[in-house]
T-cell receptor
């Protein structure tokens, strides 16, 4: 069964710092990988979706990379802001499956 | 566009009671799904639907029922609530069948079973 791991579970950084969040998965037969943001008490917002044939995707200050063969993805956040404070979740869609497999998330706090 | 809406936001049930969690989307999405989120665990799929009249089980379907009579609505029924069903429930939808497209999530329903 696909297992998705996110390390660290929590991260605290000063405003302005660049940071990297990590996601690893055990089965490389994936269709795509998505990064989500979840604010406390709220739903999930999709940030970036990387197809298995792609190496990276960028949106504003966010850049996500995918190395399917090693089972890893990273989410890079440039020039962090207090408004970036949230939990970041990664999820993979396995080939032939109809559901997402989620990690437990990294809770990010950006200190002003 | 309201996106994906869920009602109620909060609910407290006694063991053995039944209830329906509502989910609706106004984006004409074919694919809809229900997840539960528990502390220390990733979101887990309960049931999903690839179109009106078609549903299937996910990873943790026991104790839950679904139906899909319209494209817009995908209610989740708890048949006889148990404390183990205390969780936050999220409904999601996407443009095409399968989970391979960008998923849109609702705000969630926080359910407590006493």
């Amino acid at each position: 069964k696909q297992e998705v791991t996110q390390i660290p579970a929590a991260l605290s950084v000063p405003e302005g710092e660049n940071l990297v969040l990590n996601c690893s998965f055990t089965d490389s037969a994936i269709y795509n990988l998505q990064w989500f943001r979840q604010d406390p008490g709220k739903g999930l917002t999709s940030l970036l979706l990387i197809q298995s044939s792609q190496r990276e995707q960028t949106s504003g200050r966010l850049n996500a990379s995918l190395d399917k063969s090693s089972g890893r993805s990273t989410l890079y956040i440039a020039a962090s802001q207090p408004g970036d404070s949230a939990t970041y979740l990664c999820a993979v869609t396995q080939t032939g499956a109809n559901n997402l497999f989620f990690g437990t998330g990294t809770r990010l706090t950006v200190i002003p | 566009n309201a996106g994906v809406t869920q009602t109620p936001k909060f609910q407290v049930l006694k063991t053995g009671q039944s209830m329906t969690l509502q989910c609706a989307q106004d984006m004409n999405h074919e694919y809809m799904s229900w997840y539960r989120q528990d502390p220390g665990m990733g979101l887990r799929l309960i049931h999903y639907s690839v179109g009106a009249g078609i549903t299937d089980q996910g990873e943790v379907p026991n104790g839950y029922n679904v139906s899909r009579s319209t494209t817009e609505d995908f209610p989740l029924r708890l048949l006889s609530a148990a404390p183990s069903q205390t969780s936050v429930y999220f409904c999601a939808s996407s443009y095409n069948e399968g989970a391979a497209y960008e998923q849109y999530f609702g705000p969630g329903t926080r359910l407590t079973v006493t």
